[in-house]
């Protein structure tokens, strides 16, 4: 299987602060993650692609000052929400796909979510 | 622009029932189909996936069928139970890019 985990799975912070999400592949090499977020019965939107050991990728509308990502290691990527705001608030998931056999494996497997409360 | 959209956003139905969601695409020519399964509060998992070469693919008590001239993928859940009731994704994926969009999502309640 293909574990991909998240920390925190739950943040409350004042608006103005700075938060930190991570997320691991946890029994697989992850060059390429993607971080999605999601409001309250909405779908899961893609707000970036993040590439080990380069710059992200990010979507349309997408501020890229705002959500900086940070794709240091094989295993690690790293979301922070700067100078958060209650308009931030949300469910935050990470996901990773397998490289194998020269190609991308299809299937995306997702970290638990992290659900940020901005106050 | 590309657009991914299923049927309706919340689907309920009697326990025993066959479940039958629809995922339509547009501006997409995808090699192939993935569903999945999210849970309130928790991250989806994959559930099946279908190629544009295949017509159709069974797991269990799922399946799905895919039709690239339509345009539209079909999941169906028979013998349904109130375990399944959960949010069902559409993710068409392409062979160039390696990013993934979501389809809305259709909230399934099966009812005891």
């Known amino acids: 299987g293909a574990v991909v985990s998240q920390h925190p799975s739950w943040v409350i912070c004042k608006s103005g602060t700075s938060v930190k999400i991570e997320c691991r592949s946890l029994?697989?090499?992850?060059?390429?993650m993607f971080w999605y977020r999601q409001f309250p019965k909405q779908s899961l939107m893609l707000m970036a692609t993040?590439?080990?050991?380069?710059?992200?990728t990010y979507e349309q509308g997408v501020e890229k000052d705002k959500f900086l990502i940070n794709h240091a290691s094989l295993t690690l990527s790293t979301l922070t929400v700067t100078s958060a705001h209650p308009e931030d608030s949300s469910f935050y998931i990470c996901?990773?796909?397998?490289w194998g056999g020269g190609l991308w494996q299809e299937t995306q497997y997702f970290g638990p979510g992290t659900r940020l409360l901005v106050l | 622009s590309q657009k991914i959209e299923q049927n309706s956003e919340a689907l309920n139905i009697q326990e025993g029932k066959t479940a039958t969601l629809t995922c339509n695409y547009t501006?997409?020519?995808?090699?192939?189909l993935q569903w999945y399964r999210q849970d309130p509060g928790r991250g989806p998992v994959f559930l099946l996936l279908i190629r544009e070469n295949e017509k159709e693919k069974r797991k269990e008590r799922l399946k799905v069928t895919f039709d690239t001239t339509l345009k539209q993928s079909l999941f169906h859940i028979t013998a349904s139970q109130p375990a399944d009731s959960a949010t069902y994704l559409c993710?068409?994926?392409?062979?160039?890019?390696?990013?993934?969009?979501f389809g809305t999502g259709t909230s399934l309640t099966v009812i005891p």
């Open positions: 501006n997409y020519s995808p090699a192939y």
């Open positions: 993710a068409p994926g392409a062979n160039t890019g390696n990013q993934f969009y």
């Open positions: 996901s990773a796909r397998k």
């Open positions: 993040s590439n080990e050991g380069s710059k992200a």
């Open positions: 029994d697989f090499q992850a060059t390429t």
